[in-house]
Nanobody
Framework: QVQLVESGGGLVQAGGSLRISCAAS????????MGWSRQAPGKQRELVAT???????NYAESVKGRFTISRDNAKNTVYLQMNSLNTEDTAVYYC???????????WGQGTQVTVSS
């Protein structure tokens, strides 16, 4: 079992920055992909960014150039640095973890990010 705990969400003004973190614990496979998705009120959950244990990244078009995903494998922690935030970035951000080659997908409990105009 893997547990994910997100932190760092909060309220920020448009144009500002915020960094959220996700710490994984439990049975962690060394080859894995971690990422962030978000869900705004009344909308479906959407992928924001992913990063493999080898460092390969993938971003949604809507956040490219503004968000940066990174990870510290020694700490089993993934980060999402969010810059130039706008009100459309307001959502609950969920961390996820998936071992490479396995279908298991674990979600965190989510952290609220609210961008005010």
């Amino acid at each position: 079992q893997v547990q994910l705990v997100e932190s760092g969400g909060g309220l920020v003004q448009a144009g500002g920055s915020l960094r959220i973190s996700c710490a994984a614990s439990g049975r962690i496979f060394s080859a894995n992909v971690m990422g962030w998705s978000r869900q705004a009120p009344g909308k479906q959950r959407e992928l924001v960014a992913t990063i493999s244990s080898g460092g390969s990244t993938n971003y949604a078009e809507s956040v490219k150039g503004r968000f940066t995903i990174s990870r510290d494998n020694a700490k089993n922690t993934v980060y999402l640095q969010m810059n130039s935030l706008n009100t459309e970035d307001t959502a609950v951000y969920y961390c996820n973890y998936r071992p490479v080659g396995r279908p298991d997908l674990t979600w965190g409990q989510g952290t609220q990010v609210t961008v005010s105009s």
